[in-house]
């Protein structure tokens, strides 16, 4: 059996209604900023149940948006360790300097006496990540720091796409979400990203800078911008999987939860502990391996020997070549927590079957480690 690590869901009649609707945009001549652009942004905000959603050509582009409307030039912005290569750079080419932070293993967010340790005078803000389609439960805390100290608050929800906390929802706790629709995430438009917010002004700045630095987006060129913004068709894409985001989540949940009724038993990997109250997006159903393990062997014998591609979360980012210099040598949580996670397959069409055939090999290798 072959089984694929991610796919993207669309169903035949989304698929239908897709087809249909991108034949009347390429009729139509309007391939930028026309109704689908509206009704994917008006529908999502309505959604999360932020005031307002603006789309982008990319979750980085949304992040670098965020953080140039809220001028970082040579401040210092805390970002998790845990976390993808983008939350990093889009500090960077916004002018700021980024920090990196290390992380609890039980909620994979920040460690929180880290991030309280990492805080200077030129601290202004926290790009804050929901790892895996996991809001912390240590939200409250985050958030009350960010308040507590003037900072603003940028939430990476590019697994997150209708997980919630508390009956919240990410890309409404902070001053904005940003969300990302490559391929392999819970919903998709091929490529491209939303921004959510309910500060006007943020909307006003990224509206402007999506399309070139455009008075309020349509008028004079006021600021420096670029061709940021989300196409028609990419927008049609978005608005049908937006349509079927909850039977999509609804599904994702349900593996998660044959994966943890049946490997919870299994010795030699651990599993996140998810609180009452907190609804992930399963982006990735990631475990632990436990130190004793031969990792490499691991995952090369489910690859090679039964089909099943898996993956870590991501490479810790200061040992990322690229970023090596943002090491100060405190990051031994992160490298415990990312360097033994191994992400299985999970996508929406998937079979029952599958995921027992996963856990059964998996479980197998595990007792007979040789």
């Not at 993956?311 to 100060?328: A, V, W």
Request: with cysteine; charged share 25%; proline share 5%.
């Amino acid at each position: 059996m072959s089984i694929p690590f991610a796919k993207p869901y669309f169903s035949a009649e989304a698929r239908r209604g897709i087809c249909k609707d991108i034949d009347a945009i390429l009729s139509s001549g309007r391939l930028m900023l026309g109704e689908f652009t509206s009704k994917f942004e008006a529908g999502f905000a309505s959604y999360i149940g932020s005031s307002t959603a603006v789309t982008t050509n990319s979750c980085t582009t949304a992040l670098q948006i965020s953080l140039m409307h809220h001028d970082v030039q040579n401040a210092e912005v805390l970002v998790p360790d845990a976390s993808f290569l983008t939350d990093v750079s889009s500090v960077r080419w916004a002018g700021g300097v980024p920090v990196l932070v290390d992380t609890d293993p039980e909620t994979l967010s920040f460690d929180l006496d880290d991030l309280k340790r990492k805080l200077t005078a030129r601290t202004k803000g926290i790009i804050w990540v929901h790892l895996t389609g996991m809001i912390s439960p240590a939200w409250r805390d985050i958030v009350k720091f960010a308040r507590d100290h003037g900072l603003f608050l940028i939430e990476d929800c590019a697994h997150a796409h209708g997980a919630s906390v508390d009956g919240i929802k990410a890309g409404t706790i902070g001053d904005v979400g940003c969300f990302s629709f490559y391929p392999t995430k819970p919903m998709t438009t091929g490529t491209g990203g939303i921004l959510t917010t309910n500060d006007a002004a943020l909307e006003k700045s990224a509206r402007e800078l999506r399309l070139f630095g455009r008075e309020n987006g349509v008028g004079t060129v006021v600021r420096e911008g670029n061709d940021w913004f989300m196409d028609e068709i990419r927008a049609c894409l978005g608005y049908y999987q937006l349509l079927e985001l909850d039977s999509a989540l609804a599904r994702r949940r349900a593996i998660a939860d044959r994966y943890n009724s049946k490997l919870h038993a299994i010795s030699g990997l651990k599993l996140l502990h998810i609180p009452e109250g907190n609804l992930p997006t399963w982006y990735h159903y990631t475990v632990f391996i436990a130190p004793d393990v031969d990792y490499d062997s691991l995952r090369d014998r489910l690859k090679e020997g039964y089909g099943i591609p898996t993956k870590p979360i991501y490479l810790p980012l200061h040992q990322e070549k690229i970023f090596r210099d943002l090491d100060d040598g405190t990051f031994a949580n992160t490298e415990l927590t990312l360097n033994r996670s191994l992400c299985l397959p999970l996508f929406p069409e998937m079979e029952d079957k599958q995921v027992d055939y996963i856990v059964s090999a998996l479980g197998g290798l595990l007792a007979d480690p040789k």
